[in-house]
């Protein structure tokens, strides 16, 4: 969806059909991060995709207001609708073996992220501490020894560290490192078949 930014609360149409789990935004013609909405963190909150924090209280950016399946809500943050300027938003929710939006807690040891499909690519953000916005496909490799991980809010390089796998119902954690699972952290992830 593209809209031009108000200044004030407003709400944005979509077509989705459904109301969209999860949601990134950016400015087009400006400097402002993009920024990420998950249902399972509340309309209350949100985060830059520039930064590996936890998920803040800014009730400007979605102006306390769940989406809906015909609308988003955005507040008066410059990063989400600044007077005037333009602004792309993709929104995904879950689709029975397609896509799942979701979220789960790490467990520190070895756990299967069920989707009801087998995942090509994974997104995973952990939301209650410091954490990349990490992600994985199958077209660079998602199996043992084979599963090179991009930061999206890094210039990095990809690493291969053998930490998520695709698995026949979904994906598979097999690490116990802090961004994705440490025992009782709060992880969001957007999952596609």
């Not at 709400?11 to 998950?38: C, D, I, Q």
């Not at 807690?105 to 995942?119: D, H, K, L, R, V």
């Not at 999206?152 to 796998?165: C, G, I, K, P, R």
């Amino acid at each position: 969806v593209c809209y031009t930014g108000t200044g004030s609360a407003t709400t944005v149409t979509h077509n989705l059909g459904v109301a969209p789990e999860f949601m990134m935004v950016k400015e087009r013609n400006g400097t402002n991060s993009w920024y990420g909405y998950a249902a399972s963190e509340g309309a209350t909150k949100g985060r830059g995709w520039n930064s590996s924090n936890g998920f803040l209280t800014i009730s400007s950016l979605w102006n306390d207001t769940a989406p809906t399946s015909s609308v988003f809500t955005v507040g008066t943050a410059a990063a989400t609708n600044g007077s005037g300027q333009k602004f792309v938003a993709y929104l995904f929710a879950s689709c029975p073996g397609v896509s799942k939006v979701g979220s789960y807690s790490g467990t520190g040891a070895t756990q299967t992220i069920s989707c009801g499909f087998a995942a090509r690519f994974v997104l995973i953000k952990r939301t209650d501490d410091v954490g990349d916005w990490w992600i994985w496909d199958t077209a660079r490799g998602m199996t043992s020894g084979t599963d090179p991980r991009l930061a999206l809010n890094s210039t990095n390089a990809e690493t291969n560290a053998n930490w998520v796998y695709t698995d026949a119902s979904g994906f598979q954690i097999v690490t116990t490192d802090a961004d994705v699972n440490a025992s009782g952290g709060t992880y969001i992830y957007l999952a596609i078949a």
